[in-house]
């Protein structure tokens, strides 16, 4: 059974930094890629980063590049979302989904705040 649990949303002010992150189960991680979604009130949701199962490919989308990194750690079985310098229009929920099993998170809350 696939299980993607994030964690590390919360509270920050414009500027600030979160690291998300989405720890998986019940696949094979190191073969799969994985993808990092979110969605703002009243928007449908985007894709924000992806990254292949050996970390050679990621993709950003253009509102991001430059201030988030993707990133995994296949011992741990994790997919990381580093985010800096972040915006007002950032604030979102943001998904751990893998396309292989076409399966979501739960979603974690990032909200940027004065």
């Known amino acids: 059974q696939v299980q993607l649990v994030e964690s590390g949303g919360g509270l920050v002010q414009p500027g600030g930094s979160l690291r998300l992150s989405c720890a998986a189960s019940?696949?094979?991680?190191?073969?799969?890629?994985m993808n990092w979604y979110r969605q703002a009130p009243g928007k449908e949701r985007e894709l924000v980063a992806g990254?292949?199962?050996?970390?050679?490919?990621?993709n950003y989308a253009n509102s991001v590049k430059g201030r988030f990194t993707i990133s995994r750690d296949n011992a741990k079985n994790t997919v990381y979302l580093q985010m800096n310098s972040l915006k007002f229009e950032d604030t979102a929920v943001y998904y751990c989904?893998?396309?292989?099993?076409?399966?979501w998170g739960q979603g974690t809350q990032v909200t940027v705040s004065s």
């Open positions: 019940g696949f094979t991680f190191s073969s799969a890629s």
């Open positions: 990254i292949s199962g050996g970390s050679i490919s990621k």
């Open positions: 989904y893998v396309p292989r099993f076409n399966s």
